[in-house]
């Protein structure tokens, strides 16, 4: 069984920074490779920032492009998200995704090809 544990999230005021953390354990795999997600009330979930270990590409949404960063420790299935200049529109309930194998780069955006989910951790961006 593959454990994904998110962890970081919290209440935070506009401008200020915040860092989320996941990793992923367990199956059949050492490796698994993430990505982040998030969902806001009443939204559909929406694709944040993904690091390709392979290839080492790096995508970001257009939403956090410039403001979030996204690193890890591929051999340890750890990724870390460094979200700076937080918005109001950043609430939401953060999400990593884990799979083993390659996506392409046209693939990685859409929730239905990650198999693996966390339980999320809730961001507040509030004055």
């Known amino acids: 069984q593959v454990h994904v544990i998110e962890s970081g999230g919290g209440l935070v005021q506009p401008g200020a920074s915040l860092t989320l953390s996941c990793q992923a354990s367990?199956?059949?795999?050492?490796?698994?490779?993430l990505a982040w997600f998030r969902q806001a009330p009443g939204a559909e979930r929406q694709f944040v920032a993904h690091k390709d270990w392979s290839g080492g590409n790096i995508l970001y949404s257009d939403s956090v492009r410039g403001r979030f960063t996204i690193s890890g420790d591929n051999a340890k299935s750890t990724s870390i998200l460094h979200m700076n200049r937080v918005e109001p529109e950043d609430t939401a309930v953060y999400y990593c995704?884990?799979?083993?194998?390659?996506?392409?780069?046209?693939?990685?955006?859409?929730?239905?090809?990650?198999?693996?989910w966390g339980q999320g951790t809730e961001v507040t961006v509030s004055s």
């Open positions: 995704a884990a799979r083993i194998n390659r996506l392409a780069v046209s693939a990685v955006r859409s929730p239905e090809n990650w198999y693996y």
């Open positions: 367990g199956g059949t795999s050492s490796r698994y490779r």
